[in-house]
């Protein structure tokens, strides 16, 4: 199976999950950082995911900082799996799961997990992947 398979798999049985701020199970519903736990935790990943954050922006410098501490690879390339930290605008930061035609993300807007096809429709502010 290719780096990422897993991660966009499991990203992928969570669509049509019901949105829920700070959800962290598909039953009940996943916001961005939960979706970006399951994809990640599917690849391996058993580090810590950032937590303590408002629907608003947090702190981009300590969300940064939460990924680069933790057992993900900054990246500069773009592959299925990624996650991908994201400027939906000057008050608010997203996290989505790049798939092989766009991304998987939980939408708030929509109210559930959803798959987008094309490019990132927002500013990415960094790519990582699970080391492997």
Do not use: N
């Not at 599917?42 to 300590?62: H, I, Q």
């Amino acid at each position: 199976m290719k780096p990422g398979a897993r991660a966009v798999e499991a990203a992928r049985r969570a669509l049509g999950a019901r949105f829920r701020l700070h959800g962290r199970d598909p039953a009940t519903g996943l916001d961005c950082v939960g979706l970006a736990a399951l994809a990640l935790r599917a690849e391996g990943f058993a580090g810590e995911v950032p937590s303590g954050y408002a629907l608003r922006r947090s702190d981009t410098g300590k969300i940064v900082r939460q990924l680069a501490g933790s057992k993900l690879t900054r990246c500069y390339d773009s592959r299925p799996g990624d996650l991908l930290l994201c400027a939906v605008d000057a008050g608010q930061l997203h996290m989505a799961i790049a798939s092989e035609t766009g991304i998987i993300h939980a939408d708030a807007m929509l109210r559930r997990v959803v798959e987008r096809p094309g490019e990132v429709p927002w500013p990415v502010l960094g790519r990582w992947r699970v080391q492997t």
